[in-house]
């Protein structure tokens, strides 16, 4: 596999006569669309976008085109650089990049808050974050020319830049907090011809006051109601966590910590069957504040706490 040193050898451009810029541009955008390593999976497409990266670089600035012209020339103006010459240099310059050693690209782990009814019945989510990327300035080499020393101008010299990406993943249906999904290749580019990281998905529960998964399948919800309410009988609409509404009448004088349970109305199990949806009454202590999500949370905190310590508390039967 050969590495063309010279520039428009490696824009497919001939060299006599000289090409126009625009055509320089031209051939800079089909080999980029052909040789993206992202689009073509060829051993020699990570190497072949480099040199496309670089000659682009140089023959699509004026001056840096009449510097590079002019040592083509040898000084002279005349003579352009022997093609057999730039066959032994590209040789060369193979054989040395070849024994740099190829760089698998890093995992980027998120976590992705997902409504209850999303979990139970999967379906496409968009995400967004940040990763790392080949430099298109100098192909991920990080320098500004494969034969010279000076470091890339836009990587630093790092070979990559960062990139914000945002993409659609597929979420299975029947995912569960805690869950790890894996993405192959959207994670940070690799190097020198490396493959790519993969995303690294935590599934966890969007926020819902009120609201909590038990055991991995068991939800859980309290119910905040006034003394005035529960005095008599209470309509409610429920939201069931597959987003099917059910209606429930609470008879009145109903007391607090009372609890109503829907079997198979959970998240799902891995065999398919379903858990729990346990709804618990708790009783509004300061019904003149308003009800917000963030006194919801508090006193479904508070019931859940009590109902553990009376749990703790309560006499082991005998045996």
């Known amino acids: 596999m050969l590495s063309p040193v010279d520039h428009y050898t490696a824009l497919d451009l001939p060299d006599s006569p000289l090409p126009s810029r625009d055509e320089v ?51 002279t103006g005349t003579n352009p650089v022997p093609r057999d010459k730039s066959r032994v240099i590209s040789k060369e310059l193979t054989r040395v990049l070849s024994r740099r050693k190829k760089q698998n690209g890093a995992d980027v782990a998120m976590q992705l808050p997902l409504r209850l009814r999303d979990m139970i019945r999967g379906g496409v989510h968009a995400v967004e974050y940040q990763r790392l990327v080949l430099c298109a300035a100098c192909g991920g080499e990080g320098r500004e020319d494969l034969t010279g020393s000076v470091a890339c101008s836009s990587c630093s010299g790092t070979g990559r830049v960062g990139m914000s990406t945002r993409t659609g993943i597929r979420i299975r249906a029947g995912v569960r907090p805690g869950d790890k999904l894996t993405f192959t290749g959207l994670g940070h580019s690799g190097m020198h011809g490396g493959i790519a990281g993969h995303v690294l998905v935590a599934i966890t529960l969007a926020a819902a006051p009120g609201v909590r998964v038990a055991d991995g399948v068991h939800v859980e919800q309290v119910l905040v109601c006034s003394f005035a309410q529960l005095q008599h009988d209470l309509p409610v609409t429920l939201s069931l966590p597959d987003g099917q509404e059910s209606h429930l009448m609470i008879p009145a004088k109903t007391q607090p910590g009372h609890q109503w349970i829907l079997p198979e109305n959970g998240l799902v199990r891995p065999d398919g069957s379903r858990g729990e949806y346990r709804l618990c009454l708790a009783l509004d202590l300061s019904p003149e504040l308003p009800l917000n999500a963030e006194r919801i949370q508090a006193i479904a905190t508070a019931v859940r706490e009590r109902m553990t310590v009376i749990s703790e508390s309560a006499p082991s039967p005998r045996t």
């Open 25 to 75: 541009v031209l051939s800079y955008r089909r080999l980029t669309k052909q040789w993206h390593p992202d689009v073509n999976q060829a051993p020699e497409a990570a190497e072949r976008f480099t040199q496309i990266t670089l000659a682009y670089k140089v023959l699509g600035d004026p001056d840096r085109r009449a510097r590079y012209d002019a040592r083509r020339a040898g000084m």
